[in-house]
């Protein structure tokens, strides 16, 4: 249970990020239900205090420990771990030095939120360093602890800077003990091991947004992934229809005998149900358009509904279903 | 509710900054831009100082890009509008080039761990937005209204609280223990710190390297002397805003994480005693009131779709039905940020069919942002 040799990709760590406002925590939620379905065991790691997982699984806010949140179809499980940049550094400690005791000490007098502040990039080589120290981890009996990783990573905007941990350290430290960690986790990032996926809106601006990112993510050789198209809303008028309304062309009395043939018949909802044609086909449109922008990006495109009822638990595993049957987890 | 009341609030002139704050991705550069077309159109002389690189509103506003300075967008009158896009290193050099001598600034300049916390601390996006905000703010300055489009943080609250730690950081003992040698080592603070020092300085020698640690104190000791305490300047600017000409508007999507982000700002906002103006409920779904629920509607369409006739009408009303809904989830998320801050005056903005591409869009904003009759 505990390999990824049933699973032809290499990926372990999948990096979710996208625009705020797209559903970035969501998606990595249902990404990580997806990759535990039949068996796995997958770590859900968020990185910026916001306990967003939390509220999504609604459990308690997670401390800084490994906690089981969900199980998936096929006996699956999902753990989630809310990394603070003050822990991973006295794990850090721990880990290189065995100084964890001075490192807490250090902690109360302040010094440890000085040292995350002073260097730039540090805090990043810690949260990412956290999520390399995961997908490394083995088991008593050499398997891999998880089998996925999921990081519910900051924004677009940041995101390449976020995971380009080399290049914010070595402005500061050529050498040195973070430079060589900053090098250990950047042969991860930089590798078929990793992945980084990018949530959009089918908006102008989110999607602008997510062709920017992967130009980025390409230009520092970071692999990336799928783009998650989320809150898609299937049109309601079919393109004949659309094309009508389009050319104001729409027969007024065909919807007026409809209505008559329910009794609703009046003026004012014709009118209004007019303008609400236009402005759906105007949005039907837009989002066709915007669609085809991403398309022309040659990624592989995993389309979300928008769930009507809003996301509980029983949402995320609709996602994450839809995303089962993606090209993503194949 | 309480309805924000924006024209009022842009032709008092006695406001002189505007903050638009909220979460990430709910409209606050948008709201912004079409606040400051709406101020100008009413008389001020307006500056827009946004932090969000959305080439889209630049050219929205007829400029091709935005750079660090206040650059004129034309066809706005009787007042003026000028729109700027924070340039953070930029920003972060003139402050030491307008402070040092020639000299000095070279040498701060090129430090490495200068040039680094300029480029990307944590902080340094919004304590220079407050840097830029001070410096748009001189009484000599042909602006009478700032509007400021807040950093796109990973919380709305570092913009409050970036500012402080970034001058505390600066000012704060750790870096006068590191520069205690710098500073002539028999000084009181060294020898109180001594215990602690070494312990200290092991452990982030283990973890930065000796290199970081002697660029830190070399930049640390050229910043000291040339200009005064960052904590001041940091006070500084948290006065400013908390001066009643400045209005914090707060935006927020109908949605249940943006909504429960703006909580939490404005009673963050409310608990400093900061100006807070209102909440802007952005693109919210609109749907023209008619006498038949949603129920209704629903049940009609249902019965259309059984009959197999009348398709495009049984479409046209699930499509209104599927608004209604939305309307009506929005209405009571909105129903929920009322009731836990009553006191907050609101506005709510209609979603638009498609993104704003010109001047006539942000105006178009600005009208539904001034329509205090909207009875959404």
Not at chain 1, 93 to 113: D, N, P, T, V
Not at chain 2, 278 to 298: D, K, M
Request: glycine share 8%; net charge negative; hydrophobic share 45%.
């Amino acid at each position: 249970m505990h390999s990824n040799q049933d699973s032809p990709s290499e990926v372990v760590l999948h990096v979710v990020s996208g625009k705020g406002g797209t559903g970035k925590t969501t998606v990595a939620a249902a990404l990580a239900i997806s990759l535990a379905t039949n068996g796995h065991r997958v770590l859900l790691m968020e990185v910026e205090g916001r306990q967003g997982i939390a509220q999504l699984f609604d459990v308690a806010p997670l401390a800084y420990e490994e906690t089981k949140v969900a199980v998936a179809p096929g006996g699956g499980e999902v753990w989630a771990l809310a990394v603070d940049s003050e822990d991973a550094l006295l794990d850090y400690l721990e880990m290189f030095y065995k100084m964890r005791r001075a490192g807490s000490a250090l902690g109360k007098m302040g010094a440890i939120e000085f040292a995350t502040t002073i260097a730039p990039g540090l805090r990043d080589v810690l949260l990412t360093g956290k999520a390399i120290e995961v997908v490394k981890r083995k088991e008593k009996n050499a398997a891999n602890a998880y089998d996925f990783v999921v990081l519910d990573a900051p924004p677009t905007g940041r995101i390449t800077r976020f995971l380009n941990v080399n290049s914010e350290v070595s402005g500061l430290a050529k050498v040195g003990p973070i430079k060589s960690h900053a090098d250990s986790v950047m042969s991860v990032i930089a590798s078929p091991l990793t992945t980084v996926h990018l949530v959009t809106l089918l908006e102008e601006m989110p999607v602008q947004e997510t062709l920017d990112g992967i130009a980025d993510l390409e230009a520092n050789g970071l692999p990336v992934g799928s783009i998650f198209v989320n809150l898609m809303r299937p049109p309601k008028l079919d393109a004949n229809q659309r094309k009508a309304v389009a050319e104001h062309s729409l027969s007024t009395s065909d919807i007026e005998r409809g209505l008559e043939a329910v009794g609703l018949n009046s003026p004012e909802l014709i009118a209004s149900l007019e303008r609400e044609a236009l402005d759906h086909t105007q949005r039907v449109d837009l989002e066709a358009r915007e669609l085809q922008r991403l398309e022309d990006a040659q990624r592989t495109i995993v389309r979300l509904p928008l769930i009507p009822a809003g996301i509980d638990l029983g949402a995320l595993y609709e996602l994450a279903e839809i995303i089962t049957n993606s090209e993503v987890t194949k | 509710m309480t309805s924000l009341d924006i024209d009022a609030l842009l032709s008092n002139t006695d406001t002189e900054i505007i903050i638009c704050t909220g979460a990430g991705g709910v409209g606050k550069t948008t709201t912004a831009a079409a606040l400051g077309v709406r101020a100008a159109e009413l008389g001020r002389n307006v500056c827009v100082l946004t932090i969000d690189p959305a080439r889209r509103l630049a050219q929205a506003m007829g400029l091709t890009e935005l750079d660090n300075t206040p650059r004129p967008v034309s066809g706005v009158s009787p007042g003026s509008l000028n729109a700027m896009m924070l340039d953070m290193k930029r920003t972060f050099d003139e402050v030491v080039e307008a402070h040092a001598d020639p000299e000095r600034s070279k040498q701060i300049l090129e430090n490495p761990f200068y040039q680094a916390l300029s480029s990307s601390f944590a902080g340094t996006q919004e304590y220079m937005a407050m840097e830029k905000l001070g410096q748009l703010h001189q009484d000599d300055s042909p602006w009478d209204l700032i509007i400021v489009d807040t950093p796109p943080s990973r919380s709305a609250l570092d913009f409050l609280d970036a500012p402080a730690r970034l001058g505390s950081f600066l000012d704060g003992r750790f870096i006068r223990i590191l520069t205690a040698p710098a500073r002539g080592a028999g000084s009181a603070i060294g020898r109180i710190a001594a215990l602690g020092f070494g312990i200290f300085t092991n452990v982030l020698s283990k973890i930065l390297g000796a290199q970081v640690l002697s660029d830190i104190g070399t930049f640390v000791a050229a910043i000291d002397t040339t200009f005064g305490g960052f904590r001041e300047r940091a006070d500084a600017t948290y006065e400013l805003l908390k001066k009643p000409g400045t209005a914090f508007i707060v935006v927020a999507a109908p949605e249940r994480d943006a909504l429960r982000e703006a909580s939490f700002f404005v009673e963050r906002l409310q608990s400093e005693s900061m100006p807070l103006a209102g909440l802007v409920l952005n693109r919210v779904q609109e749907v023209e009131a008619g006498s038949a629920t949603e129920e209704q509607i629903t049940a009609a369409a249902q019965r259309l779709r059984a009959s197999g006739e009348f398709e495009l009408t049984a479409s046209l009303l699930e499509l209104h039905a599927q608004r209604m809904a939305l309307k009506e989830r929005q209405k009571h998320l909105a129903a929920r940020f009322e009731l836990a801050h009553p006191t907050v005056p609101i506005i709510a903005v209609p979603a638009m069919a498609e993104d704003i591409h010109d001047l006539d869009g942000l105006r178009q904003i600005g009208a539904e942002l001034a329509d205090k009759n909207n009875d959404w």
